[in-house]
């Protein structure tokens, strides 16, 4: 993964991400917003300064230059008009962000499919001539994929579990993560090897390719938490990743389970949903 990266630009960059994650957001308020809006008490709220401090007043219609008096005492109906002018106020904000995010989203996009396209719409005999600085998500996972590895190998006289790739993996929680991310169109590689500095090296159960961000994530199942050694020996395997570099909720994934609580299918659904946001 580190050889491809080289001399490649990030696709989709933070502020893309940023942006769209914002552009949700905003679209989610301008829902809520409508919909308290149309619950709202007809008439606006007029606020007078006065010297002694504020005054309120109602104008049922628009012509109405003062409106009547809402007593200070009334606070339910000051609250529930200040809401509602704060939240057509709000609105109209919201719709002039969105419209600038989806503008700019839009543009983003356009520009990163002509890049990617520069080399992805090529023959494959053009491409193997080529050394891009963006590709499709497509080339790139199938690039990532092709790279060989040698993994550790499950022998015939061992208990193992066969994933729908025909891969041998170790339990039957594998098995299912395994199964899931190909349902979720993950690409991933399962015990590939990763060389540490100091020398080492260790097999993450599946280290998985983020398509979208061009990074690799490593996802550590531990599926003994409730035998001591086995324990001890997966803090100092997680003690090796974080001298790399590699830290939960960044670029590692950790599940666990014991004999008595397993790892659901939903869960493992859940962290797939979190982290790679399919």
């Not at 308290?36 to 109405?64: C, D, M, N, W």
């Not at 106020?89 to 990163?112: A, G």
């Not at 060389?195 to 280290?207: A, E, Q």
Request: charged fraction near 30%.
């Amino acid at each position: 993964m580190r050889n491809q990266k080289q001399n490649m630009i990030t696709s989709y960059t933070s502020l893309y991400f940023e942006a769209k994650k914002r552009y949700t957001e905003l679209l989610q308020i301008k829902s809520m917003k409508e919909k308290e809006l149309e619950k709202a008490p007809p008439g606006k709220i007029h606020i007078s300064k006065t010297k002694k401090g504020v005054q309120f007043y109602l104008r049922t219609h628009t012509e109405e230059t003062t409106g009547k008096y809402i007593s200070k005492a009334d606070k339910s109906t000051i609250g529930r008009y200040l809401q509602k002018a704060y939240d057509e106020k709000i609105t109209k904000l919201v719709n002039i962000e969105i419209d600038s995010l989806k503008k700019f989203l839009v543009k983003s996009e356009n520009s990163i499919s002509k890049i990617q396209n520069a080399y992805s719409n090529n023959p494959i005999e053009v491409k193997n001539y080529i050394k891009a600085i963006d590709m499709s998500d497509e080339d790139f996972a199938n690039k990532w994929l092709s790279i060989p590895y040698k993994g550790k190998a499950i022998s015939d006289y061992v208990p193992y579990f066969e994933t729908r790739r025909k891969e041998r993996v170790r339990s039957k929680s594998e098995l299912n993560i395994a199964n899931a991310l190909l349902d979720f169109g993950v690409p991933y590689k399962y015990e590939c090897p990763l060389h540490l500095k100091n020398g080492m090296t260790i097999y993450p159960d599946f280290t998985i390719l983020d398509v979208k961000k061009r990074r690799v994530i490593y996802w550590e199942h531990r599926g003994m938490m409730d035998d001591k050694e086995y324990a001890k020996h997966a803090v100092n395997r997680l003690k090796l990743m974080m001298q790399e570099g590699l830290f939960i909720g960044e670029n590692v994934i950790i599940t666990e389970e014991t004999g008595s609580t397993p790892l659901a299918s939903n869960e493992i659904k859940a962290v797939i949903s979190k982290y790679l946001g399919t």
